[in-house]
């Protein structure tokens, strides 16, 4: 295919260009070579809005990404940026403009310094989380860094996207946690933010601001330039890891629960909090009995769940969390946290697990690996098909709303998002025990995986459906997503609506100035180039 | 003592499921199997036709990867140094979501899925048999 708007023959002599850049070995143009870039789980498998690339071109130096970019400039090719492409459940490495050429970043994946005593790292794309961690572990250096789940994607890319681990404080917010860029901007040329600026810098690892305006976030979740390097501030290697749970008996025990956990981990005294449910989660009821109570036509009342919940000796939800430090410290801070929730009434405390570090096999075999900054692939376990999972899907789309940390919100949450199943006939994915992903500080995540399947078209436009009504409910709420699939960011940028649009028009004029041919990554997040904009639909 | 070729036709064929719609017949897996000289294994350790695969894969010196369905081990310590300095043919009976994984990193070192065949109702859960190899850069590339 061609890309939009682009004849054969120009089509043809930029790939020619392209392989007189990066060599002939890197420009891939043949059917079975540009499959590679599908979105392994697109909500549109098989049908005819489908994302599909024309090409790819895999450079390997920021010279190479820049001389590229002027030849797209000049031949008006539109190119999309990837770094490692596994942003799976957001997706991956496929376009928003079917026909883009991909631009993939994986050959650029050397690790440029590592610093343990400033604590820091500069990258390039197509460093891997496991790329960083064996960097790290083979020169016994003494930082963590901070991964998400699975550890396979890029440090780069998965900041990129807003993207978030399970760590201590600010460094799972890995946009957060970045400090300085170098980019790639649509005309090719290179510049560098941040103390980066300034030649022979000595802090550009260390120092996010520089002088001057802040731009590194015009280039997240955006399409101003493509990132060639950047760096990103590390966790000191913990001397030990300690985890204690808090589980409380009533449904509205949340509410204590939350803002004690707000002020430990916003004080610094905790790690990510684990916010749960012993009667069940995202695989729903956890016992039989229960789940006969959720079928009674117009569902159990409180009363009756918590009369479960105390007659099965659970709590209603518990709050598991996470130490880092000197072994001193973090048992004087579990301690502590039992204090602060020690007025909720019947609250119960269990500590969990104490590793010294260096770990121990063993220890390492039962822990939860990325909340200690180890990457790996065992998410990909949870979805094989068994009694409790027997019709397994073919990928997810992740629905990523952010509602405010309190337990209130978590309630409000809950009900509105159970009739907004009822309303449309859709089994519904939350119940009265959902709880939502913590991982950045400060705000909750109500995320929900929808499934997605290579050979079900019909359940597919289901789940879009269902997707898109979410995305409506939620901005009614007031609460907005924070990352989606490239199928649904117009729509989640369109409910950015303050002043009559007036982000989304200050983006279009940044676009039209650094970008008047709009070749990069048109229509991410809802910024499209000017001669695309009438085409623009959610 | 088998051939390599007898090993990989009861190996990789042994259930009497279909081969998926669209994927190779036996015929061209097995002109695949001699192209492609395979020397390791990987397999899915809670599957008896995994297992049974694995001990004719050994009696033959072929080497064989054992995994419980998470490839993080053999991925961070085995394939993903070597696959950098040599991407080399992989065959394997494992989990779908294995292959899934093992597929995904694969087509950063130029390499992808030659042959897969479902076996659907293998114990302890369907099962798939497989072979990773350095992708052949299209001869029939449309812009050369």
Not at chain 1, 167 to 179: E, I, L, V
Not at chain 1, 258 to 268: I, K, R, S, W
Not at chain 1, 345 to 368: C, S, T, W
Request: charged fraction near 20%; hydrophobic fraction near 40%; aromatic fraction near 10%.
């Amino acid at each position: 295919m061609l890309p939009p708007g682009v004849t054969a023959s120009k089509f043809a002599d930029a790939i020619k260009q392209f392989q007189g850049i990066v060599g002939k070995d890197w420009v891939f143009t043949s059917d079975e070579d540009v499959a590679l870039y599908k979105d392994a789980y697109s909500p549109f498998w098989g049908e005819k809005d489908e994302i599909l690339v024309s090409a790819a071109v895999a450079p390997d130096t920021a010279e190479e990404v820049s001389r590229v970019v002027r030849v797209a400039n000049t031949l008006k090719i539109p190119i999309y940026p990837i770094s490692t492409g596994k942003n799976l459940g957001y997706g991956g490495s496929a376009p928003n403009l079917s026909g883009s050429v991909v631009l993939d970043l994986k050959r650029m994946n050397r690790v440029i310094e590592v610093d343990d005593k400033r604590h820091f790292a500069i990258v390039e794309p197509g460093v891997s989380y496991f790329d960083l961690y064996r960097y790290i572990q083979e020169r016994g250096l003494k930082v963590w860094i901070d991964v998400p789940d699975p550890g396979w994607g890029s440090v780069i890319g998965n900041a990129m996207d807003h993207g978030v681990g399970y760590g201590f404080g600010a460094f799972r917010d890995h946009f957060y946690s970045h400090c300085g860029m170098e980019v790639v901007l649509p005309s090719g040329e290179i510049v560098r933010t941040g103390m980066g600026a300034l030649p022979n810098s000595k802090t550009w690892g260390e120092y996010h601001y520089g002088v001057g305006p802040y731009v590194d976030g015009l280039f997240g979740q955006s399409n101003f330039g493509v990132v060639t390097k950047m760096g990103f501030h590390l966790l000191p290697a913990p001397e030990s890891y300690l985890t204690g749970t808090v589980i409380v008996p009533r449904r509205s025990d949340i509410v204590p629960l939350v803002e004690g956990g707000n002020q430990l981990e916003h004080a610094g005294v905790i790690g990510m909090p684990e916010y749960g449910s012993p009667l069940g989660g995202f695989g729903g009821a956890s016992d039989a009995e229960l789940r006969s109570l959720m079928a009674k036509p117009g569902g159990p009342s409180v009363a009756e769940l918590e009369q479960h919940a105390e007659k099965t000796n659970r709590g209603f939800f518990s709050l598991n969390l996470q130490f880092y430090g000197g072994q001193k410290v973090v048992r004087a801070q579990w301690e502590y946290a039992k204090e602060v929730f020690a007025d909720i009434r019947g609250v119960k405390f269990n500590e969990g697990d104490f590793i010294k570090f260096p770990a121990m096999q063993e220890q390492l075999d039962k822990a939860h690996k990325v909340a200690i900054g180890v990457p790996n692939l065992s998410i990909f376990m949870i979805g094989a098909r068994s009694a409790l999972n027997p019709s397994p899907t073919d990928g997810h789309l992740w629905f990523s709303p952010l509602i405010p940390k309190t337990g209130e919100a978590i309630l409000e949450a809950q009900e509105v998002f159970m009739k907004a199943f009822r309303d449309m006939n859709m089994p519904s994915l939350v119940s009265p025990f959902s709880v939502p992903a913590t991982w950045m500080f400060r705000a909750f995540v109500f995320i929900m995986g929808f499934p997605v399947y290579r050979t079900n078209i019909e359940q597919n436009k289901k789940t879009r459906e269902m997707f898109k009504h979410l995305i409506q409910v939620a901005a009614d709420h007031g609460w907005g997503e924070y990352r989606t699939p490239p199928a649904f960011q117009q729509q989640v940028t369109d409910a950015y609506s303050w002043n009559n649009h007036a982000l989304r028009r200050f983006h279009e004029t940044l676009k039209d100035a650094v970008d008047p041919n709009g070749i990069i990554s048109a229509g991410r997040y809802g910024i499209w180039p000017k001669q695309m904009r009438g085409q623009r639909k959610a | 003592m088998r051939n390599r070729r007898e090993f990989l036709q009861i190996g990789l064929a042994s259930s009497a499921l279909p081969i998926l719609a669209g994927e190779r017949s036996e015929a061209s897996f097995y002109d695949s199997v001699n192209r492609l000289r395979i020397r390791e294994v990987v397999v899915e350790m809670s599957s008896p036709l995994a297992r049974a695969f694995r001990a004719e894969a050994v009696e033959l010196g072929l080497e064989a990867h054992g995994i419980h369905d998470d490839i993080t081990d053999l991925w961070y310590h085995k394939l993903d140094r070597q696959w950098k300095s040599a991407p080399a043919t992989l065959a394997g009976i494992t989990l779908p979501s294995s292959l899934f994984c093992l597929e995904m990193l694969a087509r950063d070192y130029g390499m992808c899925v030659q042959f897969r065949a479902l076996h659907d109702k293998a114990e302890p859960g369907p099962m798939v048999s497989w072979i990773i190899a350095p992708r052949l850069r299209n001869q029939s590339d449309p812009i050369a």
